[in-house]
């Protein structure tokens, strides 16, 4: 008996801290980025918010501090996304359509990456034998941004990569950080 008594006060309790929300499976994502509007602001802005919430992502790890969004419309409304993080030197670009209550990615440049990744990318590339060929003294330096999976799907895998390009050498790697290795190369013009 007293066994039983023991287990239906921890049942009872459990089902009170679960019900009163203690314990729960189902955050929801907190928008930790303040969204600014550059010039006025269009009707639906919220919707559009919480659709770019969840198109646009930060390099793992990172947050981004501010969004500024840019809107311009010849038949289709189109938005230019620039989202900073203080953690960075470069911003991560996007660019969208707008019609009909759906939001579409058109184009991005994501070179919102800490500089200890962009440097280890770097040094990854590096020691491929092909863009080590490719690189003379003086190759410039090279860029580095972020590749969705859903563009890396076409060259290796449905992963986010990162591309080193030297623009002077005419030189780029894909890179698998994961791997720590070049998946693809590119050179020429």
């Known amino acids: ?3 039983a008594t023991i287990l239906a006060v921890i ?3 459990t089902a009170l801290v679960i019900g009163a929300g203690c314990i729960t499976d ?3 994502k907190v928008q930790s980025y303040r969204i600014i509007w550059a010039g ?3 009707a639906g802005h919220e919707m559009i918010e919480t659709e770019l919430s969840r198109q646009i992502a930060p390099h793992p790890g990172m947050v981004y501090d501010n969004v500024t969004v840019s809107v311009s419309e010849n038949g289709v409304m189109h938005l230019r996304v620039s989202a900073t993080s203080s953690a960075c030197r470069y911003p991560d670009l996007y660019d969208f359509t707008y019609q009909n209550r759906e939001l579409v990615r058109t184009g991005y440049l994501l070179e919102a990456i800490p500089e ?3 440097q280890d990318a770097i040094a ?3 020691q491929n034998q092909e863009i080590a060929g490719a690189l003379s003294g003086d190759a410039g ?3 580095v941004k972020r590749i969705l999976p859903e563009t890396s799907s076409e060259f290796y895998a449905p992963k986010t990569l990162l591309s080193v390009t030297w623009i002077d050498a005419t030189v780029s790697a894909l890179v698998d950080m994961d791997a720590r290795r070049v ?3 590119w050179s020429g013009e």
């Open 183 to 185: 998946v693809k190369t």
């Open 141 to 143: 330096i090279p860029t």
């Open 124 to 126: 990854i590339a590096m």
């Open 40 to 42: 006025t602001q269009p």
């Open 1 to 3: 008996m007293k066994n």
């Open 11 to 13: 049942a009872i309790s």
């Open 26 to 28: 189902t955050e929801k």
């Open 116 to 118: 200890s990744v962009r």
